[in-house]
Nanobody, 123 residues
């Protein structure tokens, strides 16, 4: 069992930055690929970015490519999402997820999910 807790959300002006973190319980964090997804009001949950178990490979959705960066610290059981040049359309609840496969853009690849943290970008 893995429990995930996201931190770092908040209100930011367009063009600003935020860094989210997701802390995982347990001693097997390095066994899991990690992903970030987001859910905006009235929209389906969508993939943002993911990172492999070792951190050597990542994949990122086109809408945030070049602005968002995922990283992980296996010694701290934590994955991060650095978000720069934020836009109002980035407003959403951001959720992290853990899965035993590769860094996938597919929700079904992830077994464990956090509760999410709200990010609001004002124009």
């Amino acid at each position: 069992q893995v429990q995930l807790v996201e931190l770092g959300g908040g209100l930011v002006q367009a063009g600003g930055s935020l860094r989210l973190s997701c802390a995982a319980s347990g001693r097997t964090f390095s066994s899991y690929a990690m992903g970030w997804f987001r859910e905006a009001p009235g929209k389906e949950r969508e993939f943002v970015t993911a990172i492999s178990r070792s951190g050597s490979s990542t994949r990122t959705a086109d809408p945030v490519k070049g602005r968002f960066t995922i990283s992980r610290d296996n010694a701290k059981n934590t994955v991060y999402l650095q978000m720069n040049s934020l836009k109002p359309e980035d407003t959403a609840v951001y959720l992290c997820a853990a899965g035993r496969g590769v860094a996938s853009a597919t929700m079904s690849s992830y077994e464990y999910w956090g509760q999410g943290t709200q990010v609001t970008v004002s124009s």
